[in-house]
């Protein structure tokens, strides 16, 4: 299997899972960790340890299959980025519409941004700025598409892996074009 496809195909699996177990642990007021920890303090950790579960197999999907190389400031990025993200969000969304599908819209703009911003700094020496400026731009795109179908079926359980499948896909096509050499497998 040719290094790429391997890749886009660890990245989705992976993704899906981290994804998962992450919505489980710190999902809105719904995750464990929030559940068991009451108040902003148990958001604000369950959302930590979502962006850092989703980003830490995001991180393994990069080093099993070579793909670009990265640190563990990877999910270190991903934990700051997603908590940034779904607090701001939590703050700005339904200050900036009042429709419920619209909000995923915006949802989805205000997370892409701050995981986009985050994970652009850990691959600051590995891109070229104007490939940086794609990827922030892709992490949008790709948290609009997972916010949307979020939103739309009202954040149930069972549409998590679609909306993982979503955000990974977009952004797995889309590191696969902003590769600047291939990978050493």
Not at 30 to 45: E, M
Not at 91 to 110: D, H, K, M, N, S
Not at 113 to 123: E, K, N, P, Q, R
């Amino acid at each position: 299997m040719k290094p790429h496809y391997r890749f886009l195909l660890e990245w989705l699996a992976l993704n899906i899972i981290g994804f998962t177990l992450g919505s489980l642990h710190g999902a809105t007021s719904t995750g464990f960790v929030p559940i068991v920890i009451p108040g902003t303090f148990g958001l604000v950790l369950g959302d930590l340890i979502f962006g850092g579960m989703v980003g830490y197999v995001q991180y393994a999907a990069f080093r099993r299959t070579g793909f670009l190389p990265t640190s563990y400031g990877w999910v270190l990025a991903n934990s700051i980025g997603f908590t940034l993200g779904a607090r701001s969000g939590g703050l700005l969304t339904f200050r900036l519409t009042q429709e419920w599908l619209l909000a995923g819209v915006v949802f989805g703009v205000i997370m892409g941004m701050f995981i986009g911003v985050a994970t652009a700094i850990v691959l600051g020496g590995r891109l070229s700025p104007l490939r940086l400026l794609l990827w922030v731009g892709l992490c949008i795109l790709a948290w609009i598409a997972g916010e949307s179908i979020a939103f739309a079926s009202y954040f149930t359980l069972k549409t998590v892996p679609l909306v993982a499948l979503a955000i990974a896909g977009i952004t797995g096509l889309g590191l696969m074009y902003l590769q600047p050499h291939s990978p050493q497998n």
